[in-house]
């Protein structure tokens, strides 16, 4: 009697077989191990990512410039010392500025490449004959094809593309490369030279100081003037180079 009533509760239950206890755990097992693979696939990916920023970074940091020393600033006119020019700055008609000893007509200062990174290339924007101090005609490359680019700005003025030449220190192998080892004597031209004085370009040129920018002299770089130069090499860091002129404009000035 018991046995039959027994019977009759279980007719329509079913219970788990092994096989199906089986499917089911393969089941977790391949959901676990997609899930594992696309966890550790997101990980690798982030992490290369996380390689590839640290490298470019220490790229950018090896294709740095570095100053080497202080900014020496040039003035012009009146009587100089032995071996500095005396020339004048004339206006766009040919007109001696008056005062023209008080103004600073170009900026020099020496670069090299930092941690001994990349080349640098340095081809200059223009070509001068002969040095700072004895200069002649400055030329523009050709083909102007110069990367690096110098900037300036101050309160009164802002020449994004500034004439600039180059001549290479000591060791070097001829080419226009700044490698490890190498330093880079930079001169910024404020003022156009011409072979015999400095003349105020023609309006329109932004590289320097043109008439137009005179204005009874007040806009040149003078006394207790506060200015910025940027380098932008094709690559790296920009170098910023900021210094305030003193209060009394010598024929040649150490800007520390």
């Known amino acids: 009697m018991l046995k039959r009533f027994m019977n009759k509760v279980n007719r329509y239950q079913n219970g788990i077989t092994g096989l199906e206890t089986a499917i089911i755990l393969i089941a ?16 690798l990916f982030a992490t290369q990512k996380s390689s590839e920023a640290v490298y470019s970074g220490l790229e950018s940091t090896q294709s740095t410039l570095e100053m080497k020393g202080g ?19 004339l206006d766009n008609g040919g007109s001696a500025l008056t005062n023209a000893g008080t103004y600073v007509t170009r900026l020099q200062f020496t670069v090299a490449n930092v941690l001994g990174g990349e080349p640098i290339d340095l081809s200059p ?9 004895a200069p002649t005609d400055l030329t523009i490359s050709s083909p102007d094809n110069h990367v690096t680019v110098i900037d300036y700005d101050d309160k009164f003025n802002h020449f994004e593309d500034c004439t600039w030449t180059i001549d290479y220190l000591g060791m070097n192998d001829g080419d ?5 080892g190498e330093k880079a004597l930079m001169t910024v031209w404020l003022v156009e030279h011409d072979g015999t004085d400095f003349n105020l370009a023609a309006s329109g040129d932004t ?17 207790n003037h506060q200015f910025r130069l940027q380098i932008k ?7 910023s180079i900021e210094r305030t002129l003193p209060a009394y404009i010598d024929k040649s000035m150490d800007l520390h």
């Open 125 to 133: 924007s223009y070509t001068v004959a002969s040095t700072v101090d």
């Open 233 to 239: 090499t094709s690559e790296g860091a920009v170098l």
């Open 71 to 89: 900014v020496i600033a040039y003035a012009t006119g009146g009587t100089a010392q032995s071996g500095q020019a005396t020339d004048l700055i």
């Open 176 to 180: 226009n490369l700044l490698e490890a």
């Open 28 to 43: 977790f097992v391949v959901v676990a191990a997609v899930f594992a693979y696309t966890v550790l696939s997101a990980g």
């Open 207 to 223: 590289g320097a100081w043109f008439d137009d920018d005179d204005d009874t002299n007040s806009q040149l770089i003078d006394a």
